[in-house]
């Protein structure tokens, strides 16, 4: 079972997101960038790192894009190649930072509203990829 980090300010889109990969994942949550970051860190310290990460962009205290670029810094400083890191998708209801957050260096995006089988697949596809 993959170990996902589920980033998002808002408790029934965390839900959703956690429902819709129960039976695939084993999701952990973050209500914003800040508590997210430091899942991400002990994750690493205990060597159990996510398997991917879906991040909202707007959020309190740290935003996604924000947290997406510190994510991407702690790997390098840790000797892990661009494209090597921690899958990263973004679940955001807004279209506009589509080409910022691409270039910040998630991996793939989804607007809001979620729909149930696109969020499946695009997880299936990113984690077998990266197998």
């Known amino acids: 079972?993959?170990?996902?980090l589920v980033v998002d300010d808002n408790f029934t889109n965390r839900q959703l997101i956690v429902e819709v990969l129960r039976d695939v994942a084993h999701c952990d949550a973050a209500v914003n960038g800040r508590e997210a970051f430091e899942a991400?860190?002990?994750?690493?310290?205990?060597?159990?790192?996510?398997?991917?990460?879906?991040?909202d962009i707007a959020m309190p205290e740290l935003d996604g894009l924000s947290l997406l670029g510190i994510v991407r810094e702690v790997e390098?400083?840790?000797?892990?190649?661009v494209g090597e890191g921690v899958p990263v998708i973004m679940v955001t209801a807004f279209d506009k930072p589509f080409m910022q957050a691409f270039n910040a260096g998630c991996d793939d995006y989804i607007l809001k509203p979620v729909d149930p089988g696109?969020?499946?697949?695009?997880v299936s596809m990113r984690l077998k990829r990266n197998k």
């Open 1 to 4: 079972m993959w170990k996902i």
């Open 40 to 55: 991400f860190r002990i994750s690493l310290e205990k060597n159990k790192p996510y398997d991917m990460i879906l991040l």
């Open 118 to 122: 696109q969020l499946l697949h695009k």
């Open 76 to 81: 390098k400083a840790a000797g892990i190649s």
